[in-house]
């Protein structure tokens, strides 16, 4: 059989003014702009015989491009990978939590390699740790005004309808809180986007004083906060790790003290310990001395004039100093469970007074994930599954840090022979909700009333959770946990 022809080249020759290589994956002529007299650009001048005695190398910042190798000492002074001075609100591990290095065993087998026994002795502990948590959670799926035109929106898809509807969700949950007001700071953890805050300032129209501070630890494309110019409104960006966030170093915060609402959307794992402790500990502790202002300062965000004389007159300042608090409240959509880490996690408390420790959260953590990966019994399916999943985290990644939490291969894949796939996936949720009660134990003992409630339909998202908390002394209804 005669070998066949290699592929026709999509265009005959380069466009003007452009690369003249051809890149053989993508079937088409780079189109990158090259310099005057040059036919090649600089990733592909070495295929020049004019360059050919200049050598180009891996780029050490970031071996995702090039350099000549002549040119390297210059090139690492302007590359977009250098390690660049770090703002005065980096402060490095401050919301990490503390390492114990004598609790994490030196290395942990997979789920895939403990024995039937060990694992069945795992979900004994996981039952009787979770008894009394196994009761539905409340719904509370809701929708707010200003996403009503987007929801009918007759071009949306469904990736796009899901998202609208979380986001309709959260934001009116955000309402029935009563934390959807003027003169705050709403923190978007993991803002991806900016979708969600977003949101917020359309439903917020004309209130005045806002602030919106979006945390996200990479570069993202195709943000939203850059076309909002509203005159009421404030966006800010930080390219930085929640882990190394100091709120109250931020100019913003700093300069304005106003109450700070943390939200987030799908705030994977880790990262909601980290947004919890950065909001709860490191930002509320820093702000204690605002408890020495005088009562109209420390109140005048939340109360009018009219009221602020009268509480004075009544002699009740110290009560008032007492009801106030730098963070008015929390909303975080819960996300990938396996994607938690021991060291960063603030329920340590609760679990060890469960008797469990390092080792058993180290694979409930893992467990999690039976409760949305399901249990391959087939290869066809296993196949069509995979395919599925990767289509999922697709659409997800709009919202996702990480382009959609890839499963862990040894808890998702791997199914234990003596359980269905029913009691997988319900082992699976008792994991996710064992690991969400640590963090309701700790925003209890930190002084907030939080809650845990479904916000969306499993068909919308299998991460459907939503946790909220508001300070003690908020006269919400919306306060019982």
Same mark, same amino acid.
């Given at each position: 059989?005669?070998?066949?022809?290699?592929?026709?080249?999509?265009?005959?020759?380069?466009?003007?003014?452009?690369?003249?290589?051809?890149?053989?994956?993508?079937?088409?002529?780079?189109?990158?702009?090259?310099?005057?007299?040059?036919?090649?650009?600089?990733?592909?001048?070495?295929?020049?015989?004019?360059?050919?005695?200049?050598?180009?190398?891996?780029?050490? &910042?970031?071996?995702?491009?090039?350099?000549?190798?002549?040119?390297?000492?210059?090139?690492?002074?302007?590359?977009?990978?250098?390690?660049?001075?770090?703002?005065?609100?980096?402060?490095?591990?401050?919301?990490?939590?503390?390492?114990?290095?004598?609790?994490?065993?030196?290395?942990?087998?997979?789920?895939?390699?403990?024995?039937?026994?060990?694992?069945?002795?795992?979900?004994?502990?996981?039952?009787?740790?979770?008894?009394?948590?196994?009761?539905?959670l409340k719904d509370q799926i809701l929708s707010h005004p200003a996403l009503h035109d987007a929801l009918n929106d007759p071009k949306n898809g469904d990736s796009a309808t899901k998202h609208l509807k979380q986001q309709a969700s959260i934001l009116g949950n955000i309402e029935k809180l009563k934390l959807l007001g003027p003169r705050r700071c709403f923190v978007e953890f993991g803002a991806?986007?900016?979708?969600?805050?977003?949101?917020?300032?359309?439903?917020?129209?004309?209130?005045?004083?806002?602030?919106?501070?979006?945390?996200?630890?990479? *570069?993202?494309?195709?943000?939203?906060?850059?076309?909002?110019?509203?005159?009421?409104?404030?966006?800010?960006?930080?390219?930085?790790?929640?882990?190394?966030?100091?709120?109250?170093?931020?100019? &913003? &915060?700093?300069?304005?003290?106003?109450?700070?609402?943390?939200?987030?959307?799908?705030?994977?794992?880790?990262?909601?310990?980290?947004?919890?402790?950065?909001?709860?500990? *490191?930002?509320?502790?820093?702000?204690?001395?605002?408890?020495?202002?005088?009562?109209?300062?420390?109140?005048?965000?939340?109360?009018?004039?009219?009221?602020?004389?009268?509480?004075?007159?009544?002699?009740?300042?110290?009560?008032?100093?007492?009801?106030?608090?730098?963070?008015?409240?929390?909303?975080?959509?819960?996300?990938?469970?396996?994607?938690?880490?021991?060291?960063?996690?603030?329920?340590?408390?609760?679990?060890?007074?469960?008797?469990?420790?390092?080792?058993?959260?180290?694979?409930?953590?893992?467990?999690?994930?039976?409760a949305t990966c399901g249990m391959r019994r087939t290869s066809l399916e296993a196949s069509s599954l995979t395919v599925k999943r990767k289509d999922e985290q697709n659409a997800d990644s709009e919202e996702h840090d990480d382009r959609g939490c890839r499963i862990p291969d040894d808890s998702a894949e791997s199914a234990p022979g003596f359980l269905t796939v029913e009691e997988k996936t319900?082992?699976?949720?008792?994991?996710?909700?064992?690991?969400?009660?640590?963090?309701?134990?700790?925003?209890?003992?930190?002084?907030?009333?939080?809650?845990?409630?479904?916000? *969306?339909?499993?068909?919308?998202?299998?991460?459907?959770?939503?946790? *909220?908390?508001?300070?003690?002394?908020?006269?919400?209804?919306?306060?019982?946990?």
């Amino acid at each position: 059989m005669a070998a066949s022809a290699p592929a026709p080249h999509t265009t005959e020759f380069p466009a003007e003014g452009r690369c003249s290589y051809y890149v053989e994956k993508k079937k088409r002529f780079c189109r990158m702009v090259v310099a005057a007299g040059k036919r090649f650009c600089g990733e592909h001048a070495g295929a020049a015989e004019e360059e050919n005695a200049r050598k180009r190398i891996l780029c050490p &910042l970031d071996p995702k491009h090039t350099v000549y190798e002549d040119q390297l000492a210059k090139h690492l002074k302007k590359c977009n990978s250098r390690e660049k001075p770090k703002p005065d609100f980096f402060i490095q591990d401050i919301n990490a939590g503390l390492k114990d290095e004598t609790e994490i065993p030196e290395q942990l087998v997979s789920i895939s390699s403990l024995s039937e026994e060990q694992l069945e002795n795992l979900i004994k502990k996981l039952r009787k740790a979770s008894e009394g948590l196994n009761s539905p959670l409340k719904d509370q799926i809701l929708s707010h005004p200003a996403l009503h035109d987007a929801l009918n929106d007759p071009k949306n898809g469904d990736s796009a309808t899901k998202h609208l509807k979380q986001q309709a969700s959260i934001l009116g949950n955000i309402e029935k809180l009563k934390l959807l007001g003027p003169r705050r700071c709403f923190v978007e953890f993991g803002a991806g986007k900016g979708k969600l805050s977003h949101w917020v300032d359309i439903a917020l129209k004309d209130a005045e004083k806002v602030h919106f501070i979006l945390v996200e630890k990479v *570069t993202t494309r195709f943000k939203v906060d850059g076309k909002h110019r509203r005159k009421n409104s404030v966006f800010e960006r930080l390219q930085i790790d929640i882990q190394h966030l100091c709120l109250s170093k931020i100019p &913003l &915060l700093s300069k304005e003290k106003l109450p700070v609402v943390g939200i987030g959307k799908h705030l994977c794992g880790v990262a909601t310990d980290l947004a919890l402790r950065c909001l709860v500990e *490191t930002y509320a502790a820093s702000c204690e001395e605002r408890n020495e202002e005088p009562l109209a300062k420390r109140i005048k965000n939340d109360k009018t004039e009219k009221e602020i004389n009268t509480l004075a007159k009544e002699g009740n300042e110290k009560n008032v100093a007492e009801k106030w608090s730098p963070v008015a409240g929390i909303v975080i959509a819960l996300c990938c469970h396996h994607r938690c880490d021991w060291r960063h996690y603030v329920g340590k408390e609760y679990f060890r007074a469960l008797g469990l420790g390092a080792v058993e959260f180290h694979y409930f953590q893992r467990m999690s994930s039976w409760a949305t990966c399901g249990m391959r019994r087939t290869s066809l399916e296993a196949s069509s599954l995979t395919v599925k999943r990767k289509d999922e985290q697709n659409a997800d990644s709009e919202e996702h840090d990480d382009r959609g939490c890839r499963i862990p291969d040894d808890s998702a894949e791997s199914a234990p022979g003596f359980l269905t796939v029913e009691e997988k996936t319900k082992i699976g949720h008792l994991c996710k909700l064992l690991i969400d009660q640590g963090r309701v134990e700790y925003l209890q003992q930190k002084g907030f009333s939080p809650a845990l409630q479904y916000y *969306t339909d499993p068909l919308v998202s299998l991460e459907n959770v939503l946790l *909220t908390a508001l300070p003690n002394h908020s006269s919400s209804p919306e306060t019982t946990a």
